[in-house]
């Protein structure tokens, strides 16, 4: 491998990313990508990387917006104590329309949020500026232009489609689920995360609570980070008789959906390449690490990145330095996190003998500590860079950009 010059036509396609999130929730962003806000190196929620100022500037040709509606349960459940504290006792109006919101018009409304912010960022550019273009289709993906960034509607999250109601029947409530997933269809949404932090009706989560390291007493040990909040793995399985998995499963594949494997059960998982093989669908995990590097049930084995390439999908590694290494390893280390990524790249290839299975997944704007040194679109130019030493030029392009392009041409249509 290597043997690149890098020029200065590097593209990149980021498999998961939330700037519908922040515009959406944030108050003080108003639909629109143009905004002023931080975007430091640091862990700041309120935080907005993926503004435009920052996409321009940088080498994303795409973007998956993952809407991520907030979950009740999160709001009830996963705040400890301090947070409940701290956001009922500052916002209270806004908590309280978090926990009552119905979750599937919230998701519509996000994502006519994110077609309205799209159309006012491109008002107020020059004619020389780079546009913004929600795509509803691969055909569409395929058509940009040179001068736009494709942004394609994804979701992160099955619950919200909804839960059954009350008075529902197991059938009512599935004839609902299937009419939903056809409108997401016609809506041009191009892969859903079956799970997230929280329960829904179709597949176990696992905790997703991050893992990091604390020195007690004389030893460093890994713990978890919930001090402000705390996720909750399922404690039902693939198959439960009260739940929708197998046929939720099979119903986006045959629709032409993709499927997101990020948050699910491993176990989970297996019954998902299962269901992509039989109909030759690839599969995607869109924002994760790699259990060689750090043994979290969130991550991939080795044995799936193999499945994954097998069914021609794309693992998308996180720009996040807490999933792509060991806590311990961590605590001896800085927050720069380009080295460690391409050690995960360079495992990946080496597992399959080829880089047909990498991809990014930066998880931008969403609950995530990003690297010290790639910390916004604009400088993924240095991950670029740094694969030089590795990769040559077409190598490069594969895992930046046309791996993932392959995947959705063949999972989405």
């Keep these: 491998m290597g043997g690149s010059t890098l020029n200065k036509n590097v593209r990149l396609f980021d498999l998961h990313a939330h700037p519908s999130l922040k515009m959406f929730y944030l108050p003080y962003l108003r639909s629109t990508l143009h905004a002023t806000v931080y975007s430091g190196a640091h862990f700041n929620p309120l935080s907005f990387r993926t503004r435009y100022a920052n996409l321009k500037d940088s080498p994303v040709r795409v973007v998956v917006n993952a809407h991520y509606v907030i979950e009740r349960e999160f709001i009830r459940r996963g705040f400890k104590q301090l947070s409940k504290v701290l956001t009922w006792g500052l916002v209270p109006g806004f908590m309280h329309r978090l926990v009552t919101a119905d979750p599937w018009e919230t998701l519509i409304r996000m994502m006519n949020y994110l077609d309205e912010s799209t159309e006012n960022t491109n008002r107020w550019l020059l004619k020389s500026d780079r546009r913004v273009k929600v795509v509803s289709s691969f055909k569409e993906l395929q058509g940009l232009a040179d001068n736009e960034i494709g942004i394609i509607h994804a979701i992160e999250g099955t619950h919200s489609l909804g839960f059954p109601g009350p008075d529902q029947t197991r059938d009512e409530f599935w004839e609902q689920t299937k009419n939903r997933l056809a409108y997401l269809k016609r809506r041009g ?154 050690e995960n790249m360079l495992h990946m290839a080496d597992l ?37 030493r590795y990769f040559n030029d077409e190598q490069i392009d594969q895992i930046l950009f046309k791996n993932a392009m392959r995947c959705f041409e063949n999972g989405w249509d």
Aim: with cysteine; net charge negative; aromatic share 10%.
């Design 352 to 388: 399959t003998g080829s880089v047909d299975v990498i991809g990014i997944g930066s998880d931008f704007d969403g609950l995530t500590h990003p690297f010290a040194e790639v910390f916004k679109p604009s400088q993924f130019g240095r991950i670029a860079h740094a694969m030089t």
């Design 189 to 342: 949404v191009a892969m859903i995360g079956l799970a997230h932090f929280f329960d829904n009706p179709f597949a176990p989560q696992t905790d997703a609570t991050e893992i990091v390291p604390k020195k007690v007493g004389n030893k460093i040990v890994a713990e978890y980070d919930d001090m402000l909040v705390r996720m909750r793995a399922a404690e039902w399985k693939w198959g439960d008789k009260d739940h929708f998995s197998d046929e939720f499963v099979r119903e986006l594949l045959r629709l032409g959906i993709l499927v997101d494997l990020s948050h699910l059960q491993e176990h989970a998982r297996q019954h998902v390449y299962e269901h992509c093989a039989d109909f030759n669908r690839p599969v995607v995990a869109s924002h994760v690490g790699l259990q060689r590097f750090f043994k979290a049930p969130y991550n991939m084995t080795d044995e799936e990145v193999v499945t994954i390439n097998k069914l021609g999908g794309v693992v998308g590694l996180i720009i996040s330095k807490r999933w792509l290494v060991d806590p311990i390893d961590r605590y001896y280390a800085g927050n720069d996190g380009i080295p460690d990524l391409i």
